[in-house]
T-cell receptor, first 111, second 114 residues
Framework: GEDVEQSLFLSVREGDSSVINCTYT??????LYWYKQEPGAGLQLLTY?????DMKQDQRLTVLLNKKDKHLSLRIADTQTGDSAIYFC???????????FGTGTKLQVIP | NAGVTQTPKFQVLKTGQSMTLQCAQD?????MSWYRQDPGMGLRLIHY???????DQGEVPNGYNVSRSTTEDFPLRLLSAAPSQTSVYFC?????????????FGAGTRLSVL
């Protein structure tokens, strides 16, 4: 079956860039997503990228996709304490509601 | 604009009790899903629905029932709660066409089964 893997924890200093990595196994993935979960809250869609793109930029967020290696990354520029959260990578394999989530990466921003 | 609303936010049950977790969305979305979130396991799909009157099983359906009598509501029923069902439950919805894989999540229900 499909699998999405992420490292569990990342710590960065405020003002630095954060890079959260993700690998997936399903070569038929058509959408790849990044969600943010703040403590006690649900998941909030941050951004997504189509599988025929290799980069997407949205303000401080940059998503890079290496489809050959099935590797997705999320870069957060000028990381702020408000960015502290758990970040989930997910892939959608077309069809409907066919979304597989990673285990999440907890980002800790040190002031 | 409420989005996806889940109730209750917290619940404690005894083993063997039954309960229904409520989920409602006001975005006229066709697709709705239930996930459970456990430490170190990400989100796992329990059941989903592609429209009123249509439901199907996800990855971990055992012990849960769902129904979809209206577009807005998608309740999740635990018929006989077990400690293994202690988890955080999230409901999500999405629209049609290109938007069908863009899911909007509720704030979650934190369930403890003793």
């Amino acid at each position: 079956g499909e699998d999405v893997e992420q490292s569990l924890f990342l710590s960065v200093r405020e003002g630095d860039s954060s890079v959260i990595n993700c690998t997936y196994t399903d070569s038929s993935s058509t959408y790849l997503y990044w969600y943010k979960q703040e403590p006690g809250a649900g998941l909030q869609l941050l951004t997504y990228i189509f599988s025929n793109m290799d980069m997407k930029q949205d303000q401080r967020l940059t998503v890079l996709l290496n489809k050959k290696d099935k590797h997705l990354s999320l870069r957060i520029a000028d990381t702020q304490t408000g960015d502290s959260a758990i970040y989930f990578c997910a892939e959608g394999s077309g069809g409907y509601q066919k979304v597989t989530f990673g285990t999440g990466t907890k980002l800790q921003v040190i002031p | 604009n409420a989005g996806v609303t889940q109730t209750p936010k917290f619940q404690v049950l005894k083993t063997g009790q039954s309960m229904t977790l409520q989920c409602a969305q006001d975005m006229n979305h066709e697709y709705m899903s239930w996930y459970r979130q456990d430490p170190g396991m990400g989100l796992r799909l329990i059941h989903y629905s592609v429209g009123a009157g249509i439901t199907d099983q996800g990855e971990v359906p055992n012990g849960y029932n769902v129904s979809r009598s209206t577009t807005e509501d998608f309740p999740l029923r635990l018929l006989s709660a077990a400690p293994s069902q202690t988890s955080v439950y999230f409901c999500a919805s999405s629209g049609q066409g290109v938007a069908k894989n863009i899911q909007y999540f509720g704030a979650g229900t934190r369930l403890s089964v003793l």
